[in-house]
């Protein structure tokens, strides 16, 4: 496909419980982005990654939270032990990552729930 | 570090109205500026966005122009629809320090009635 790809869509899972949330980006794009937006809220960094280089993680709420990107290909968001407060849609983003326009492509998201 | 501050919503319009979304930034270096809308169920996507000061990005009925001596970039349209209805985001992304993270404002939700 064209667009960044995230799985699954939704993800009910119960407290305690570990997840592993996927996304593919744009063939082409070095950088790619985690963010979390809970409801009726804006936009929170999670990770960022760039190429070969080590990624940015100054995001990471907590160290129940940690993420992997194979090359510049698929990424996988990773929460252990998860909480309620965890509930909240996870948006992937890709960008070409050219000096001066970081556009951001993104997910359709997956929406996770906590019970 | 960078910030972005957009005006609080929700902003109630009725249709055919004129629509302005304050945005200002705080930033080192010279960032690029971008509108970003996310219509209801969907993901974030690119609106307009701007490389420079003083440039115009437009699309859609939308402009917004990239104001270096007010820190502003603020989003218009002259004349707004229902199907407009959504939340904007305005965000910045520059090489500061060497990072590349993006600044997000909060959103601003857009109500548009018949």
């Known amino acids: 496909g064209a667009g960044v790809s995230q799985s699954p869509s939704n993800k009910v899972t119960e407290k305690g419980k570990d997840v592993e949330l996927r996304c593919d980006p744009i063939s082409g794009h070095t950088a790619l982005y985690w963010y979390r937006q809970r409801l009726g809220q804006g936009l929170e960094f999670l990770i960022y990654f760039q190429g070969n280089s080590a990624p940015d993680k100054s995001g990471l709420p907590s160290d129940r939270f940690s993420a992997e990107r194979t090359g510049e290909s698929v990424s996988t968001l990773t929460i252990q032990r998860t909480q309620q407060e965890d509930s909240a849609v996870y948006l992937c983003a890709s960008s070409l990552l050219i000096a001066g326009d970081n556009e951001q492509f993104f997910g359709p998201g997956t929406r996770l729930t906590v019970l | 570090g960078n910030s972005v501050t957009q005006m609080e919503g929700p902003v109630t319009l009725s249709e055919e109205a004129f629509l302005t979304i304050n945005c200002t930034y705080t930033?080192?270096?010279?960032?690029?500026l971008f509108w970003y809308v996310q219509y209801p169920g969907e993901g974030l996507q690119l609106l307009l966005k701007?490389?420079?000061?003083?440039d115009k990005g437009s699309n859609k009925g939308f402009e917004a122009t990239y104001r270096k001596e007010t820190t502003s970039f603020h989003l218009e349209k002259g004349s707004v629809q229902v199907s407009d209805s959504a939340v904007y985001f305005c965000?910045?992304?520059?090489?500061?320090?060497?990072?590349?993270?993006?600044?997000f404002g909060r959103g601003t939700s857009l109500i548009v009635h018949p």
């Open positions: 930033a080192t270096g010279y960032p690029s």
């Open positions: 965000a910045l992304s520059g090489n500061s320090g060497g990072s590349y993270i993006p600044t």
């Open positions: 701007a490389t420079k000061a003083d």
